[in-house]
């Protein structure tokens, strides 16, 4: 009995279909563009993100921010399809929009700091200030950058201490690159006493930059008194050096002056104090009088 009470509902149906053919082929062709749409979408996405990809490379950004970058690129373009098919079939998009900006917002506000480290890890990539194996100062941490991650730098000090910083504090904070360029130029400042004579101190120290085959000459060489001092002749001296070289040349430097000033009888001033006692009687009471 129910196979004969199906033929009712069946003869029903093909006359409403029949009814309302315009309808029904509107809605078929709606069905078959918003199909249409999302295979058009997932194919513009492919190509974006990989049009994306080979931009970034030939840029030689990180490898990790350019994952982020043709995912997000990929994402983005499927939603737009879904909501464009879905507003082709009469499905109301507003409401759906609308959600998915309002938990956007939600997880942003959640993430602030987070998504803040990431935008500074993005221009760190782009900008460059600093290459992995490059030694930078960042605020108060100086050491050789390890890695640049998405969040964070790592930083390996001298003492081999590993320091961790996020990458929104590193934008904000000063940034000392002292590999980027091949030369360093060494600042010492040397002081020599008083009744040494000046043509002979700087003889003698030009003597010793000469005998070093690591400054480099070409780029000027600076031996001048540059200051009266308290208790001594202080004159400063500049060179210019390889930077891998600096660290060897300004301790060099250090040992080959002082031993050069030493063997010339140029006096180095260290700080001294002279009390003289005057006038002592048994009425009075001492009175010192201190000579630096």
């Known amino acids: 009995m129910s196979g004969f009470s199906l033929f009712p509902k069946i003869r029903s149906g093909v006359e409403w279909i029949a009814g309302h053919s315009d309808a029904v082929i509107q809605f078929g062709w709606n069905i078959v563009a918003a199909v249409i749409l999302l295979f058009v979408g997932k194919f513009i ?12 490379l030939k840029r030689k950004v990180d490898r990790t921010i350019i994952q982020f970058f043709t995912a997000l690129v990929r994402y983005i373009t499927l939603a737009f399809s879904v909501v464009a098919a879905l507003g082709r079939v009469g499905i109301e998009t507003s409401s759906i929009i609308a959600v998915i900006g309002a938990a956007g917002l939600a997880i942003g506000l959640a993430l602030q700091s987070s998504l803040s480290n990431f935008a500074a890890g993005v221009l760190l990539v782009s900008l460059r200030p600093f290459r992995a194996g490059e030694v ?7 050491g050789t950058v390890e890695k640049v991650h998405i969040f964070s730098t790592t930083l390996l000090t001298a003492d081999s201490k590993e320091v961790v910083i996020p990458n929104g504090k590193i934008i904000a904070d000063n940034i000392i690159n002292y590999s980027r360029h091949p030369f360093r130029r060494i600042d010492l400042v040397i002081g020599v006493g008083y009744q040494s004579r000046i043509a002979d101190v700087k003889r003698v120290i030009n003597h010793i ?16 008194l540059g200051e009266l001092g308290a208790s001594a002749l202080n004159f400063y001296i500049r060179v210019w050096v ?9 301790y060099d430097l250090l040992e080959n002056i002082k031993e050069a000033l030493d063997a010339n009888h140029i006096d180095l001033p260290y700080p001294q104090m002279d009390i003289r006692v005057e006038n002592v009687t048994p009425q009075s009471q001492p009175q010192l009088q201190l000579v630096d």
């Open 45 to 56: 996405s492919r190509l974006l993100s990989r049009g994306l990809e080979k931009l970034l």
């Open 242 to 250: 390889p930077n891998v070289e600096y660290w060897n040349t300004y």
């Open 209 to 224: 930059i000469e005998q070093d085959s690591r400054i480099d000459k070409q780029r000027g060489v600076t031996v001048r």
């Open 136 to 142: 930078v100062q960042i605020g108060a941490v100086t």
